[in-house]
């Protein structure tokens, strides 16, 4: 109708390569400052898309990492109630062979970190899945391999972005671009 109130605004920040030097579990000031920011603009959500620790090399302590990012980042955000939706980084998870152990650690990472959102399909999250803010539907991917989307993950998202037609705004992230 035309004097319908329009649906409400959903205010997102998008954060991403936050990481250090390999293995370095400290954040330097402009993170924290990034993050102090993005809590006083208090977005509905906030995207990472990826590299949030310096992984992607044998031998250095995955879990010291994530803890680091999690007292840096994760948890500053979660006592301001902002729910934080992240995507895998090459840094993070590669999918390329030999980084399997880092991809079980950043699964169980964020197992036990889920955003407070409107999960749309999480089978396989954290890697891949769709949710809901509002009139929003974000769809994060597990594209740490360079070059184009693979045909199932093409065919998964068109699902997504099928089921929802009817929402405001559309939003597909992840760490590298797909084109």
């Known amino acids: 109708p035309p004097d319908a109130a329009p649906p409400p605004t ?21 993170v924290h400052t990034a993050v102090r920011r993005i809590i006083a603009e208090r977005p509905d959500v906030v995207l990472c898309t990826g590299d ?18 999690h007292a840096a980042v994760t948890d500053p955000l ?3 109630g902002i729910p934080l939706a992240v995507s895998p980084g090459n840094h993070d998870a590669s999918a390329y062979a030999g980084f399997e152990n880092e991809r079980r650690v950043y699964a169980a990472t964020w197992q036990a970190r889920r955003p407070a959102v409107e999960f749309v399909d999480d089978a396989d999250y954290p890697f891949r899945y769709s949710f809901r803010v509002g009139s929003a539907l974000f769809v994060a991917l597990d594209d740490t391999r360079i070059g184009a989307l693979r045909a199932a993950d093409r065919g998964w998202v068109e699902a997504r972005l099928t089921e929802g037609a009817g929402l405001q705004a559309k939003l597909v992230y992840g760490h590298v671009p797909i084109h």
């Open 52 to 69: 949030m620790v310096a992984g992607q090399r044998a031998g250095l302590d995955y879990e010291a990492m994530w803890a680091g990012f």
């Open 10 to 30: 959903v205010r997102v920040a998008v954060i991403s390569d936050l990481n250090g030097s390999y293995g370095d579990p400290t954040y330097d000031a402009p």
């Open 78 to 80: 979660s006592a301001a």
